[in-house]
């Protein structure tokens, strides 16, 4: 196991709701990845946190948000949800000054109707 | 074309058959490259990273050729258990990693 939480397991919506996606990282991690997996695709990068402050950030609109705590725990908030939001939400931890492998939660799947 | 490009598969072999996959990326500037597994609606999990002299692990083996701008996995005497999608993953830049499309293996008895 990678010591990457993430809460809740399974969540369903209805379009225009907002929702927010919880992640811990692994203990000593101070680095947080958020993806989107697609059915049948690769993860696509959302946003990467790193000492609280947003790192970077992949082609996601503004309605997609986070956040990262002082304990390195991490929210992705998506407001107005839409049909094609239906995913796997999955956060990465890694150690920024130690290589850069990440190391994934069991993820959150986005259902929305 | 796409970032990081992959065969998606399926590639069905028999147990104890050698099995081969190609990665491809655009950014020749990509810095890290790595191979994850996922199971069926798991996540991934990291199983090598990928350096220019190549690595082994065990049964696995990965190659990166940079001039050609891919790399390779290797899986040797398949089991059954190795059925699975391999993610390929390029780091461009300090926090882009790009992740392929995924290969589906499956190891028939």
Redesign the interface.
Known sequence: E?GVTQSPTHLIKTRGQQVTLRCSSQSGHNTV?W?QQAL??????IF?Y?REEE??R?NFPPRFSGLQFPNYSSELNVNALELDDSA?Y?CASSLADRG????????T?LTVL | RKE?EQDPGPFNVPEGATVAFNCTYSNSASQ?F?WYRQDC??????LM?VYSSGNEDGRFTAQLNRASQYISLLIRDSKLSDSATY?CVV?S??????????TRLKVLA
């Open positions: 990678t990845s993806y049948g695709q690769g993860p696509q990068f990467q790193y790192n970077g992949g796997l999955l850069d492998t990440q190391y994934f939660g069991p993820g799947r | 990081v890290s790595f609606r798991k996540e991934p999990k990291l990273s993610l780091r830049g300090t926090y882009k990693y790009i992740f392929g499309t995924g």
